[in-house]
């Protein structure tokens, strides 16, 4: 009997890192230079313009980038949702809760082209009800603000609490994340934030030591949060033989797996006798 287990990335990596910042404010720009300058990728959840009319009392002259660049600027990335206008989702009902969701995926889907299908919520304000109410609308994941501090996936994508904020990033917690592994572990390690908190060059020279620590490994996958979302739900798609010597990957991605602890790719549509 083979010994199998479903624990590897893309590429039969076995870390993979991504990043997640809110609010699409004009920050973003250096962010995303950053990313690109070590290979890093960003999911980048935004608004509808206009919403920080209703936050006169904390957004003074907030600068946005123009909804114009969000193509060339976050390609590579991804755009994903955070409501139509930055609500306060928990205190609202479904029907607004719907509404907010769908006018902010038609919003960016417009200018992105391709469906979007996260987000991260507001003000981190979400229960159960919110959750579902989001999942009705299309929505496959939710970032949270809750640092784990740890390096698991989430058994609920609509609440998806990340590793860390960029703030608490230690080279301790990197370490340990690059540790090796007593069990075979897919290990994910999750930076979210807001670019517009670099306000001084003192700020912005820690992230980039940040992205220089994480970025060019080749053996860790850097993907967006989707990437991963996509990439983990296909390998909950193979399906397997009783006896499990054999898999079948019915879905168009490459997946790759441990048979007997060694690393096998089972290429999308293939039939692999492990
Ligand atoms: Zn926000």
């Known amino acids: 009997m083979k010994f199998i287990e479903t624990t590897l990335w893309q590429h039969g990596k076995e870390r993979c890192v991504t990043f997640s910042y809110d609010d699409g404010r004009i920050e973003d720009k250096r962010l995303v230079e950053l990313f690109n300058k070590y290979g890093l990728k960003g999911t980048f959840h935004l608004n509808n313009p206009g919403f920080e009319e209703h936050f006169p009392q904390f957004l003074k002259e907030p600068k946005f980038v123009d909804p114009g660049e969000y193509e060339t600027l976050y390609e590579g990335h991804e755009i994903s949702c ?55 609308e299309g929505i496959e994941y939710s970032r949270t603000v809750s640092a784990t501090n740890s390096f698991g996936i989430p058994s609920d994508f609509m609440q998806w609490d990340p590793t860390c904020h960029h703030a608490e990033f230690t080279k301790e917690l990197w370490e340990k994340f690059m540790s ?13 934030g807001h670019s517009y908190e670099f306000s001084t060059e003192e700020h912005w020279s820690k992230m980039e ?4 620590t994480v970025g060019g490994d080749s053996n860790i996958w850097y993907a967006t949060n989707i990437e991963i979302v996509d990439y983990l739900n296909a390998l909950r798609s193979l399906r397997f033989s009783a006896s499990c010597d054999t898999a079948y990957n019915p879905t168009c991605t490459d997946v790759w797996i441990k048979a007997d602890h060694k690393p096998v790719c089972i290429k999308a549509g293939a039939t692999v006798r492990l």
Not at 94 to 122: H, Q, T
């Open 180 to 192: 090796p592994m007593l069990y075979s572990f897919m290990r994910l390690f999750y930076v979210w």
């Open 209 to 212: 030591e940040l992205c220089k």
């Open 82 to 136: 955070h409501s139509a206008q930055h609500a306060f989702l928990y205190y609202t009902p479904d029907e607004y809760i719907r509404r907010e969701i769908r006018e902010n995926r038609v919003f960016l889907e417009e200018i992105c082209k391709y469906p979007v299908r996260g987000m991260s919520y507001p003000f981190s304000s979400y229960d159960g009800r919110v959750a579902e109410a989001c999942r009705a």
